[in-house]
């Protein structure tokens, strides 16, 4: 696995997290599109901004090797990262309606 296909999975994870999310909460949800664009932005800013702290895909793979903790760090905030970017838009669009 390199970094860019551990960056791929991340991207890919916050995007399902985000849809299913929207999908058993229907207040949150934007449709199929804005989900999975919120999904997406969410995942990539979580894990540039979480990944400072040492599990960034690059790192995961440092010697060559899968670190497995990491990984699974990864792709839990890449999720929360779609999860909150979903909430955060919702958020700013209410606030905007009123």
């Known amino acids: 696995m390199t970094g860019t296909l551990i960056s791929l999975i991340s991207i890919f994870?916050?995007?399902?997290?985000?849809?299913?999310?929207?999908?058993?909460?229907?207040?949150?949800?934007?449709?199929?599109?804005g989900n999975t664009l919120i999904g997406v932005f969410g995942s990539i800013f979580f894990i540039k901004f979480f990944g400072r702290l040492?599990?960034?895909?690059?790192?995961?793979?440092?010697?060559?090797?899968?670190?497995?903790?990491?990984?699974?760090i990864n792709v839990l905030v890449s999720a929360l990262g779609g999860i909150l970017g979903l909430l955060f838009i919702k958020f700013l669009a209410a606030k905007m309606n009123t």
């Open 13 to 33: 994870i916050g995007l399902i997290a985000a849809n299913v999310f929207a999908y058993f909460y229907k207040t949150y949800d934007f449709g199929f599109t």
């Open 54 to 72: 040492g599990f960034d895909p690059w790192s995961i793979m440092q010697n060559g090797t899968l670190h497995s903790g990491l990984f699974i």
